[in-house]
């Protein structure tokens, strides 16, 4: 984990004389091209490495400065002891505890945190998160099964390449060799996943996800347009807390959101769903007639009750 490293080598470099990138690359069982590409980000972000030359040379901090006027003020080190310690509870990172407890002892004393943080689901297999980030670090290739959006099951093979929590969901992204392209998978529709011994090397070229997903969605956008009782504020504002929300006298609530395919976003349509006779979809005529549709497919399945 490279803010870990990161972290650790500041420490260290603020209390000890010189340490040598021979010695670094050991500890942290990486190259030490990769200790000397740690050391030029730590000197971009303000810390006064010194390089030292000869037989016993290496990298030290600058006589004199202190770590209080370092960019780690104790803002700083409370925040990164938070993230971590929720980084090392769903992973069992050791490495991760052991960051804690240096950045503690550099940090100020008897302050409470007010800061949470909490990346644990429950919408995935106990196991999945962290053969997986094992998979991401040892250039693993992983097989898994995978039910998606239309509720079809497939095996995958996958390079998978880094993790993502987003949405409250915690995501993979790689190249899926089963479809020989690059894809996203939610980790909480994966099944039977398994770390197979052989090994992969990342591609020449990586697509510009950021990019990619602006084009796919650009122009392609729908109002989804609904009325909200005052019986479900709190439960649709959980949903769509960033939606164009208006407020009415009698406590009801228009809301309108934009949304990529609606009248086939089966996502959409369970959530509007969930609500109840709490919420009614206005806009398109469309989508109601969808719903409309579900509601009595779902009855069918209580008619002798």
């Not at 997986?132 to 093979?157: H, K, P, Q």
């Not at 769509?240 to 228009?254: I, P, V």
Request: proline share 4%; with cysteine.
């Amino acid at each position: 984990m490279k803010l870990e490293r990161l972290i650790s080598i500041i420490y260290k470099l603020l209390n000890h004389e010189v340490l040598s990138a021979s010695m670094l690359a050991e500890e942290f069982q990486v190259s030490q091209r990769t200790i000397y590409r740690d050391i030029d980000v730590i000197c971009a972000a303000g810390f006064p490495v010194v390089s030292y030359q000869g037989t016993n040379g290496g990298y030290g901090i600058m006589d004199g400065y202190k770590m209080d006027k370092s960019l780690l003020g104790s803002y700083d080190v409370n925040a990164l002891i938070t993230v971590l310690r929720s980084l090392s509870t769903v992973f069992e990172d050791e490495r991760a505890q052991g960051t804690i407890e240096r950045l503690q002892t550099i940090g100020p004393e008897h302050r409470a945190t007010n800061l949470s943080v909490d990346l644990e689901t429950r919408q995935t297999e106990p196991d999945a998160l962290r053969h997986l980030r094992t998979a991401v670090t040892r250039r693993n290739i992983v097989r898994f099964d995978y039910i998606n959006a239309n509720n079809e099951r497939t095996t995958r093979d996958m390079e998978p390449l880094r993790l993502h929590f987003k949405h409250r969901n915690w995501y993979v992204y790689g190249f899926c060799r089963t479809r020989r392209d690059y894809r996203e998978f939610r980790l909480s529709r994966m099944l039977n996943l398994f770390l197979t011994q052989e090994t992969f090397e990342p591609h020449d070229e990586m697509p510009n996800e950021a990019a990619n997903s602006n084009k796919r969605w650009q122009g392609r956008l729908e109002e989804v347009v609904i009325r909200v009782g005052p019986e479900a504020l709190a439960e649709v504002m959980d949903q769509f807390g960033q939606a164009d929300k208006q407020f009415h006298d009698d406590g009801s609530m228009t809301l309108r959101i934009p949304v990529y395919q609606p009248l086939g976003a089966r996502w959409l349509w369970a959530i509007l769903l969930s609500f109840g006779s709490g919420a009614e979809v206005l806009e398109p005529p469309e989508l109601r007639s969808i719903l409309k549709e579900q509601l009595q497919n779902a009855l069918k399945n209580y008619e002798e009750v």
